[in-house]
């Protein structure tokens, strides 16, 4: 069973950058899209920024211009760059890779675990 392991998350100041990583513990066949949520206390899980099999990127209004994501498909590897962090991007972030267990299966979703982010001073 492939699993998800994300990196990166921590304590960060108001203005200051993350870089999340979400790697696939083995191989994962035939993804299309890739992407990151996230979900504060309260609230529902919400997209952050995703990416397609042809490279185009698809990002929620409040972190265009501040959050840019990136994957290295030898590595099935996804990337989340954050920058001028502000308090409200507070949240658990998770990452999605979309795709099948083997060449003839079936596509479904594979989660991560979540990494925590918290922008405070």
């Known amino acids: 069973q492939v699993q998800l392991v994300e990196s990166g998350g921590g304590l960060v100041q108001p203005g200051g950058s993350l870089r999340l990583s979400c790697a696939a513990s083995?191989?994962?066949?035939?993804?299309?899209?890739m992407g990151w949520y996230r979900q504060s206390p309260g609230k529902q899980r919400e997209l952050v920024a995703q990416i397609g099999s042809g490279e185009t990127t698809n990002y929620a209004d409040s972190v265009k211009g501040r959050f840019t994501i990136s994957r290295d498909n030898a590595k099935n590897t996804l990337y989340l760059q954050m920058n001028s962090l502000k308090p409200d991007d507070t949240a658990v972030y998770y990452c999605?890779?979309?795709?099948?267990?083997?060449?003839?299966?079936?596509?479904?979703?594979?989660w991560g675990q979540g990494t925590q982010v918290t922008v405070s001073s």
């Open positions: 999605k890779i979309t795709g099948s267990p083997l060449l003839v299966a079936p596509r479904r979703d594979y």
């Open positions: 083995g191989t994962i066949f035939r993804v299309t899209t």
